[in-house]
């Protein structure tokens, strides 16, 4: 068995979106190098729900790095030290006996604190809706097969994809801007045939969305990159700005009765 | 309680065609009238939330998590099976509803399972057309790999993260309906409450897990698509926050819990490592393609590092005895191997539980830049848990606790015994038997959701006045509130030392010991006596911090571990009572000389759907009998 060891938590804590907050250090003992960074939580949690205090509230669901629940600032990184890891993926063993550790959640105006560090990420939702889909209303499509998809374009649209919406970018961002999510969803769905039709309506209307969220807007730091736990790239924001500015340019409003009959 | 399945007349080609047009419609202009709840919102809940809005009905949506699109089908890896034939080996409509019914070890209903197979081909159409990128070959077609428990290539995938890349789909249709205003979506909100007036579903209530707000919803139908309630074994590949409450409560309000002993443990997990273990992570199926499992032929040869164990020392045991499926056996008989082979003495790791998956013998023969490409994100994850680089090492994997076949029992229309209450996806228990074959839970949701609720529910809601939805001021919604918030007081008050964990941990314990990969008679009663007394200290030492009026994580998870406490009983009961051994379901007393299961046909030839009959009280086992005409009972072979 690997040797247990012992950290000095410093965490924030928040009692609601009104409330301020504060850092409250917290001992974290006896800890297994083979535990998930989580599973270090859950200790120091059960710890304090037997001494009757409140349990530091985080978010986090599948434990496998793909929900995309889960995720706080650690010692200043979104997700902590590890590259393409996600915080619930994080393992004790990136630490060392007597570590202090700074726990923050992600700190932007669009995602309020709910509690401690759970923050209320339903801007990325809105923005989905306003436009991060194709309409392929259940029942109509063809034969999966009948639109060949170049291998290399299905390729990249699967690397966008794999954004898992957990808002890192977001939070490593000095202007907390969420150019990297969004143009992810943008790139995936230009890259392939079936995004054609909405191409440029999609990019008006998730960018106006974007907007009306107050996220920041991008200034080339590449601290999102860095940050995403999915390797997501920042040539997404590149293709997201050279459809946008096309969108703008060939903006006409839509006919009126255009499809009536 | 009756239970009439509803299963269509007819050749079962024909059954789902004909009932489809034998189903009643609702006048598009009155379909706005009916509002349809949909609780969870996975690739069933999803799925059928987006495909109801697009018909027209008015739909409210409900997820516990900070948004739907985290719903825990995200994590399904492998692929998604279709019967496509699209690589020209045989495989059929036919095909797959055979291998289905084979592979859940004929306890499924053929009519079901014929239907999903049949509607398995538009998921892969819906999908593309919705963006989904599926892995593709040089030549723009899709591609296909094999999975267990099929000897054709009719699995679909997208990189290791299927299961992710559907549920964006779905997610990313509702969405769109939410953008329309014919979706409303409540996330974090959890349902503790079925609504039931004079027998029929008629609405939910929910807490609010940020205000702690419990308020009801009332609608025409409630369809449930809350998974499964594998977390019960507490050790699960399921999300943390994985519940059995909302099926649970509506089986205690009168509808029917069907087969609870049917079980998945999947054999590709990675081992437990020490008892801070939060959960269990599944390595795909999909890598038993590449993968060879083994162990030593030696019990003292477990103890070396495996590239000390020269190749005439392995015992690769699936190809030795299953020499036609090999390392593609299906589920249920791969785990019970591992399990045969560790109880031997000859597992591998720190804790004598685990078997090898070595990849050495593909990476000589296809590169590793092959391999990587094919399941790079499995390996990397791999390595991130175990600090073990599996291009150099071979993997360490144990069995876990992965997926549910069980649920509320549902008839053909996904309809449980409380009218109005539609069951979809893992909740209900239909299509799977005792055991699942791997690529088929994507395509059951999906089948539910986008392919069977919207014509199904149209059948029931035809029947129903509109504008006949009970009000706010109806008796029972006080009565369903008033119980929802007393619970939350009530779990407060206990005032007690213990977290809802340590009970969550107890409870897991019992069931993977006695009700896990081997169950016996004496260990499934001594569970029974056990079970009681984790819950009776439940309700007398349990401590919960805080207030109901705020988020409270140790309250939503107290609720949650409540439940699986009575849910854990009525597993350990269905077990005792089904007294054969078939998929996942292994009795030790009903085994063939090659420790394979050993089906009783003659008896258990059914569906256990289970009747509450109040607290306290012993439920009541009601059977269901399953008629073969199709395929032919047989004793399974893999070998």
Request: charged fraction near 25%; include cysteine; charge should be neutral.
């Amino acid at each position: 068995m690997a040797k247990h060891f012992n950290l000095t938590l410093h965490v924030w804590r928040q009692k609601n979106a009104k409330c301020d907050g504060k850092f409250v250090e917290y001992p974290a003992e006896n800890i297994s190098p083979d535990m998930s960074f989580l599973e270090m939580l859950d200790v120091v949690n059960e710890g304090l729900i037997r001494k009757g205090e409140e349990p530091i509230a985080f978010d986090h669901d599948c434990r496998e790095g793909i929900c995309g629940t889960c995720g706080m600032v650690v010692n200043g990184r979104p997700h902590g030290p590890k590259e393409r890891t996600t915080t619930c993926q994080l393992h004790m063993r990136s630490f060392k006996d007597g570590d202090n550790i700074t726990l923050e959640p992600w700190r932007a105006e669009a995602f309020p604190v709910l509690k401690d560090l759970m923050v209320d990420r339903g801007a990325f939702d809105r923005i989905i809706a306003a436009g991060g889909f194709i309409s392929a209303p259940t029942g109509s499509p063809q034969d999966a097969n009948a639109l060949p998809i170049p291998k290399e374009n299905a390729d990249l649209a699967m690397d966008a994809a794999a954004c898992i919406g957990c808002a890192a970018c977001v939070a490593a961002c000095p202007n907390a801007s969420a150019m990297l999510f969004v143009s992810a969803k943008i790139s995936q769905l230009a890259l392939l045939p079936q995004g054609q039709p909405e191409r440029y309506l999609r990019v008006r209307d998730m960018i106006a969305q974007m907007d009306a969220e107050e996220f920041g807007t991008c200034t080339n730091h590449g601290e999102c990159e860095t940050a995403c736990p999915k390797g997501i790239k920042m040539e997404n924001i590149a293709r997201m700005n050279r459809d946008f500015i096309k969108a703008s340019l060939t903006y006409r409003p839509a006919t009126i009765g255009g499809g009536a009959g | 309680m009756e239970l009439n399945s509803r299963i269509p007349d007819g050749p079962i080609e024909k059954k789902w065609d004909n009932h489809k047009f034998d189903l009643k419609l609702v006048n598009p202009a009155n379909k706005r009238k009916y509002k349809v709840l949909v609780v969870g919102s996975g690739l069933a809940g999803g799925a059928a939330a987006a495909s109801l809005a697009e018909l027209g009905y008015e739909v409210e949506c409900f997820c516990y998590q900070d948004s739907p699109r985290r719903a825990h089908s995200i994590a399904a890896q492998g692929g998604i099976n279709a019967a496509k034939n699209y690589h020209n080996d045989g495989d059929s409509v036919r095909r797959l509803f055979y291998d289905t019914v084979k592979g859940g070890d004929f306890r499924a209903r053929e009519a079901n399972v014929h239907r999903l197979a049949e509607v398995s081909n538009n998921i892969i159409d819906q999908c593309v057309g919705q963006g989904v990128p599926f892995a593709r070959e040089y030549g723009g077609l899709l591609d296909n790999r094999s999975f267990g428990g099929a000897q054709v290539s009719r699995t679909f995938y997208a990189r290791g993260q299927t299961g992710q890349q559907l549920l964006l789909g779905a997610y990313q249709a509702l969405q769109r309906q939410v953008g329309l205003g014919t979706v409303k979506m409540f996330a974090r909100h959890e349902m503790h409450e079925l609504i039931v007036v004079d027998g029929v579903a008629k609405g939910i209530v929910t807490r609010d897990m940020v205000t702690g707000e419990i308020k009801s919803h009332l609608a025409d139908a409630v369809c449930l698509a809350t998974g499964g309630y594998g977390n019960t074994m507490y050790l699960a590949t399921y999300a943390k926050g994985c519940n059995g409450t909302a099926i649970w409560r509506a089986h205690k309000k009168g509808a029917a819990f069907a087969n609870p002993c049917f079980t998945q443990i999947h054999p590709t997990c990675i081992p437990v490592t020490g008892d801070h273990q939060s959960k269990l992570t599944l390595m795909s199926e999909s890598l038993r393609n590449d993968g060879r499992i083994w162990v030593p032929k030696k019990k003292e040869d477990c103890g070396k590092p495996a590239s000390q164990i020269p190749e005439d020392d392995r015992d690769y045991y699936l190809e030795r005895k299953y020499p036609s499926y090999g390392n593609l056996a299906p589920r249920d008989i791969a785990s019970r191997a591992a399990k045969q082979v560790c109880d031997d003495g000859r597992g591998i790791g720190e804790t004598g539980l685990g078997v090898y998956l070595d990849f050495d013998a593909a990476i000589k023969r296809l590169g590793a830049n092959k391999i990587e490409e094919k399941y790079g994100n499995l390996f990397e994850m791999y390595e991130r848990i175990t600090d073990e680089n599996p291009y150099k090492t071979p993997m360490r994997i144990f069995p876990a606790t992965h997926y549910t076949m069980g649920g509320l029992w549902v008839d053909y229309n996904l309809m449980s015994t409380i009218p109005g209450l539609f069951v979809l996806g893992e909740a209900n228990f239909s299509d799977h038997g005792a055991n699942r074959l791997g690529a088929s839970a994507l395509m059951q949701g999906l089948a539910d959701g986008y392919f069977v609720i919207p014509y199904t529910i149209g059948g029931y809601l035809a029947g129903i006045k509109p504008g006949s939805r009970i009000k706010a001021e109806d008796p029972a919604v006080k009565a369903a509130e008033q119980y929802v918030s007393d619970r939350v007081a009530k779990l407060f008050a206990i005032n007690g030392k213990e977290t809802p964990t340590h009970f969550h941990r107890e409870l897991g314990k019992v069931m993977w010991e006695f009700c896990g990969m081997g169950r016996n008679e004496a260990g499934l009663k001594k569970a029974l006596q056990l079970i009681p007394q984790i819950r009776e200290e439940f309700w007398k030492n349990l401590r919960i911090p805080g207030s109901g009026a705020d988020v409270n994580q140790s309250l939503e998870l107290a609720g949650r571990v409540a439940d699986f406490l009575e849910i854990g009983e009525l597993m350990c009961l269905d077990a005792l009572e089904r007294r054969e051994s078939c998929g996942g379901h292994f009795r030790e007393e009903w085994q063939t000389e090659e420790g394979e299961a050993l089906r009783d046909d003659e008896n258990f030839c059914h569906v256990a759907a289970w009747e509450h009959k109040g607290e306290g009280q012993t439920p009541v086992r009601h059977v269901e009998p399953l008629s073969f005409e199709n395929v032919h009972l047989a004793t399974r072979s893999y070998k």
